[in-house]
């Protein structure tokens, strides 16, 4: 299993839906930064975000495992191999993450819970 690299690309608001829907004052997701890099693996990398993780660890998963060396979707997605460009799932402030799989190994940490 390979490292895969998250780059957080692009913090939005949807300013339309945000008006009709949003609580007052609703800015763009307070917790990613554009530019902010995280690794990950089969675990959700610290500081990253719950509901983000959830929205896109099927992709890191699928990235770690190799399933991006030929193009995702049978190349009608994404014209790169072991790159998928993917989104949060909060429909007035969603962020755009792109994943890209790394040729660093993974290291399962089999330290025992007490």
Known sequence: MKK???TVLKTT???ELAQE??????????????GRVFYADYAKPEGF???????IYQYVFALAH????SLFYYGDWIRKPN???VSCNDGLRPVIFKLESTDEESKI???PVR
Do not use: F, Q, R
């Open 21 to 34: 829907y949003g609580a007052e004052g609703l800015k763009a997701c307070p917790m990613m930064k554009e």
């Open 4 to 6: 895969v690299k998250i």
């Open 66 to 69: 190799g399933v991006g060396d």
């Open 13 to 15: 608001l949807d300013k």
């Open 49 to 55: 975000c719950d509901e983000a993780w959830k929205a």
């Open 109 to 111: 940490d089999y330290t």
């Open 83 to 85: 790159v998928a460009m």
